[in-house]
């Protein structure tokens, strides 16, 4: 069926492949108040009636603040050279601006160290959408100031554990944060306002560029990036109405975000579609967007087909798709990674988010999920076949380590190569990561000869 199946994925990879897993703080963290934690604003949201599919939230979810040092254990027998997390900014600055909280910051400490002494890469995101909610009622990140509140919360992340980091991202997925946050509200804050999500992005990219700035400027010695959500935007027909649907949603996507960050400035398609929409930017702002990166991570789960007529539906046309009901496509990576490399300057890439919801059983104390093995070792050869083809790639890290609270769709959908039973808060590893720790098992033994 897909064309990328025989290729042995094993062959192409250098020694030094970064090869990891990653969660996000309010997926699995719970704690949601203890330790002088302040909410956030997926705290508030989940608390809407009728946003989160099974109408859960993070206050437990995976527990892992308190079984972090077993989580970091567990990471280790993977047999994985790196782990992605990100820190919450609530929790070690409960207001956004003001006090920081000593016991948060101490959390992520022992985290990071905990992470060296087992000898893993520890690779850092500051924000993976949880704001804290008190900036939300000032704003958020439609408002400029949270740009600067941002950026102190960075310097101070940097300070204290910038020496020990091998990889800090400043957002994850700044399209999620401004689009469904913002423009369609089915994500925090919940904001259905389009000229908002718009100066949110801008800010989100501004806030970016700025953080880079003032960590260099502190000596930092960590490799400074951001973390996009890309995908490739096929039409779903030849027809001219298709074709021009799908230029503009690729410009939304992709070009949004890749053309300020590498040419310093925004699409003219996307901007002369947003009419008065268009963003607020001061003079300077596109010059700090475009500060240049160490490396760029890309979220890959899925292509997009447009249609001018109606949505279109992956399943209803007989192709693959996981439990999300995204079209299972790993030729689409290969595309996305080339096509990046071909059009901007960019820095290495990493794939910082890869895998698939799927309908997982424990029976008999194991998880039998052949099709995400099939989904990590077809995306696995999509990454080795765009390498071949002169992109430049540091790692691949599978989303997620653990099944975990997946936002709108609450806890339903399990994205983890560990089975994590929300009853007994019990870790089993799915057949996915027992092929995972052999595949990197083989991949060490190759590097030794
Ligand atoms: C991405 C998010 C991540 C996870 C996956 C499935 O958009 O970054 O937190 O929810 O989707």
Redesign the pocket.
């Known amino acids: 069926m897909n064309s990328i199946e025989p290729v042995d994925p094993q062959a192409d990879f250098p020694h030094d492949f970064v090869w990891g897993v990653?969660?996000?703080a309010f997926?699995i963290e719970g704690a949601a108040a203890e330790d002088g934690k302040g909410p956030s604003i997926w705290d508030s949201f989940c608390r809407r009636p009728g946003v989160i599919v099974d109408a859960s939230n993070g206050d437990i979810a995976c527990d892992h603040y308190h079984r972090w040092s077993a989580d970091l254990d567990m990471i280790a027998d993977l047999g994985v050279n790196a782990y992605r997390f990100s820190v919450s900014w609530p929790r070690v600055r409960p207001g956004g601006s003001g006090a920081w909280n000593e016991k948060g910051l101490a959390f992520y400490e022992r985290l990071v160290d905990g992470l060296l002494a087992r000898g893993i890469k520890p690779f850092l995101t500051l924000n993976?959408?949880d704001l804290p909610d008190e900036l939300q009622m000032a704003g958020g990140w439609a408002h400029r100031d949270t740009v600067h509140r941002f950026v102190e919360y960075a310097e101070g992340i940097n300070a204290r554990l910038g020496d020990r980091l091998v990889s800090i991202a400043t957002h994850?997925?700044p399209w999620?944060m401004a689009v469904l946050g913002h423009e369609s509200g089915v994500f925090a804050p919940g904001v259905q306002v389009r000229r908002l999500a718009v100066q949110a992005s801008h800010h989100l990219l501004l806030s970016h560029g700025m953080a880079l700035q003032a960590l260099r400027a502190q000596g930092c010695s960590a490799q400074l990036g951001l973390?996009l959500?890309l995908s490739p935007m096929h039409p779903a027909t030849d027809s001219a109405d298709d074709q021009a649907k799908a230029r503009l949603e690729d410009g939304r996507l992709v070009r949004w975000y890749m053309d300020p960050l590498f040419r310093a400035s925004y699409p003219q398609d996307v901007l002369d579609d947003l009419g008065s929409d268009v963003p607020r930017i001061k003079p300077g702002d596109m010059q700090l967007i475009a500060t240049p990166m160490d490396f760029l991570g890309v979220?890959y789960?899925s292509r997009s087909v447009v249609s001018a007529a109606e949505p279109w539906d992956a399943q209803a046309r007989g192709h693959e798709v996981s439990d999300?009901g995204w079209e299972v496509y790993p030729q689409g990576l290969t595309e996305l990674l080339v096509r990046l490399h071909q059009d901007y300057p960019v820095p290495v890439l990493y794939i910082t988010?890869n895998?698939g919801?799927f309908k997982d059983a424990l029976e008999a104390g194991q998880v039998h999920d052949p099709q995400r093995v099939s989904y990590l070792r077809r995306h696995i050869a999509a990454v080795a076949q765009a390498m071949r083809q002169g992109v430049r790639m540091g790692g691949y890290m599978v989303?997620?380590l653990m099944d975990?609270f997946?936002?709108a769709s609450g806890y339903g959908?399990r994205?983890g190569i560990v089975h994590v039973d929300y009853e007994t808060q019990r870790r089993t590893l799915k057949d996915s990561a027992h092929w995972y720790r052999d595949f990197l098992q083989r991949q060490k033994a190759r590097a030794g000869r």
């Open positions: 990653a969660t996000s997926q993976h959408w994850n997925e999620v973390v959500n979220n789960y999300m988010e895998g919801a989303w997620s975990n997946e936002w959908k994205f």
